[in-house]
């Protein structure tokens, strides 16, 4: 059906007062921002919708990094009949309606339709399973956009008829240049009125946006729309205006200066130094900086060995976890996965014992020792290793009892070496305990 006059008077008004983070969303594939890594030109993405060839797809990724935008820009481009539905507030019988119509448009016109659905993980499975028919069979090409892992939100079998695209959080240079953008455009944005934003309130709405594009933009209009002009007419946005705008005090920290590299010896320190609340205060400084969640968690793994060590082994264990769960999850949520593996291991008993000892034997290796493999430890699983004195002599351990039998492991130049001497802490005590009581069997067997 041909748009009216009126209808499309309204539109534009509609579109003139919008806020700014509606109207300065791009309208072309060059225009939009970010995700080059699918959507960068020669990207499958970008020559499916160049080509208007698109099959079923979900956009998978945080909020504010184009989901919905780029499903607006393949409606301007195709040729399909473009249906759009939110999955909080649309249901069965919605869906039902746009499958009766795309029907319609493919029996009667011979035209396909695309079916966009946003938050498509907050239908449920019957809602899901309504879809499926309609997308195995080609009736519609399925634009599902989702903030959550669509392995665990969406059917399988909807799931297998779908190519997932996974946005990335866009970048600080990419929200300042848009920003900036917003400033200067003429149509879109504040081009035509006398605007003027301080360099350190650009990195403050950056910073604190955590990648979402939007909040950043509706931050910086409520400034620019609320601020009153200086003596030479204009509005001029600094700091203390961006940290109001946007409810948050600016954080003294520079991800790639020595804030970045002193607060992060001072959260591992604290980790070390068995002092939780102030390991939990370093990463609330640099998660309220924008630090990257999977560096922290970098970080935590790291200290779960070189600093707890065997005296508490579930550390690694759940730092691990911690990690896994930030790729999995992201912010704001893994913020608290985060939090319970700081406490647990600045809370666990401290051990180097591992990291020294790999330490020592690395400088063995390097200085001291440059031994051959002893003959009974060597390879014997082939023809003719016995007549080369391979492995002869070599004792099971599993062959006697406590699965144990001493003999020399170490080069003949390094042999009754200590390289791990494990601590009286944690668990590691009995490591140690145990590691005596071989010694002493040893003597008696002799």
Known sequence: ????????????????????????????LD????????????????????????????????????KTTLAKIIAHRTQAAFYELNAVT???????EILDKA???????????????????????AQQDALLPSVEGGLVILIGATTENPYFEI??????????????TLTDDEIKGLLRRAVTDKKKGYGSMKVKVDEEALDHLTAVSNGDVRRALNALELGILTKEKDDQGYIHIDLETAQECIQKK????????????????????SIRGSDPDAALYWLAKMLEAGEDPKFIARRIVISASEDIGNAEPMALVVATAAARAVEMIGLPEARINLAQAVTFLASAPKSNASYAGLDAASSAVRYQSNSEVPGHLRDSHYPGSEK?????NYVYPHSHPGNYYP?????????????????????????????????????KTK
């Open 1 to 28: 059906m041909q748009a009216s006059f009126f209808d499309m008077n309204y539109e534009n008004q509609i579109e003139d007062n919008a806020p700014l983070s509606v109207r300065m969303r791009p309208t072309t």
């Open 31 to 66: 225009e939009f921002v970010g995700q080059t890594h699918i959507i960068g030109k020669g990207k499958l993405l970008y020559r499916l919708i160049e080509a208007d060839k698109l099959s079923s797809v979900v956009f998978y990724g945080p909020p504010g990094t184009g």
């Open 90 to 96: 649309s249901g069965k019988k919605e869906i039902t």
């Open 103 to 125: 029907k319609d448009n493919l029996g009667i016109y011979n035209r396909k339709s695309i079916l966009f659905i946003d938050e498509i993980h907050r239908f449920n499975k």
């Open 155 to 168: 059917n399988s079998p909807l799931l297998s008829r779908s190519t997932i695209f996974e946005f990335k």
């Open 250 to 269: 600016a954080v003294q920290y520079d991800k790639k200066g020595d804030n970045h590299y002193d607060t992060i010896s001072a959260f591992i320190k």
């Open 388 to 392: 080369l004195g391979r492995g002869l």
């Open 407 to 443: 003999q020399q492991y170490l080069p003949d130049d390094l042999a009754g070496t200590r390289f791990y001497e494990p601590t009286e802490n944690g668990y590691e005590r009995k490591i140690k305990d145990r590691l005596e009581h071989l010694k002493n069997w040893e003597v």
